[in-house]
């Protein structure tokens, strides 16, 4: 593994711990409920906030098809707020920002 690809002792992200329902994981990144807005989130696996962009490709696609499956119509909010050094995004309900917004889809 390259050092532009590690992990940072303390970040909350990096620790990937399963504190809401998780919807997806590969090597790339993981989705997960976000404690704070109750929208999926996809998380990149490595610590940083440049992923190459076939990483940003895979992971935009791959928030998609959960909300998809799971919620409804997203659009991908990509502003880290709260966690500003580990890329992340969010998919929020189309016209909305937090998950009580979303119509859910049993899944």
């Given at each position: 593994?390259?050092?532009?690809?590690?992990?940072a002792?303390?970040?909350?992200?990096?620790?990937?711990?399963?504190?809401?329902?998780?919807y997806?994981?590969?090597?790339?990144?993981?989705?997960?409920?976000?404690?704070a807005?109750?929208?999926?989130?996809?998380?990149?696996?490595?610590?940083?906030?440049?992923?190459?962009a076939?990483?940003?490709?895979h992971m935009h696609?791959?928030?998609r098809?959960?909300?998809?499956?799971?919620?409804?119509?997203?659009?991908?909010?990509?502003?880290?707020?709260?966690?500003p050094?580990?890329?992340?995004a969010?998919?929020?309900?189309?016209?909305?920002?937090?998950g009580?917004e979303f119509?859910r889809r049993?899944?």
């Open positions: 593994m390259s050092e532009a690809f590690a992990l002792d303390g970040c909350e992200l990096c620790r990937a711990l399963r504190l809401t329902p998780w997806h994981e590969d090597e790339i990144c993981w989705i997960a409920e976000c404690e807005c109750g929208t999926p989130m996809v998380v990149w696996r490595w610590h940083g906030i440049a992923p190459p076939e990483h940003v490709t696609a791959r928030l098809a959960v909300t998809e499956v799971h919620f409804g119509d997203c659009y991908v909010d990509d502003k880290m707020r709260n966690i050094d580990h890329y992340h969010h998919g929020r309900p189309a016209g909305g920002f937090w009580w119509p049993p899944g």
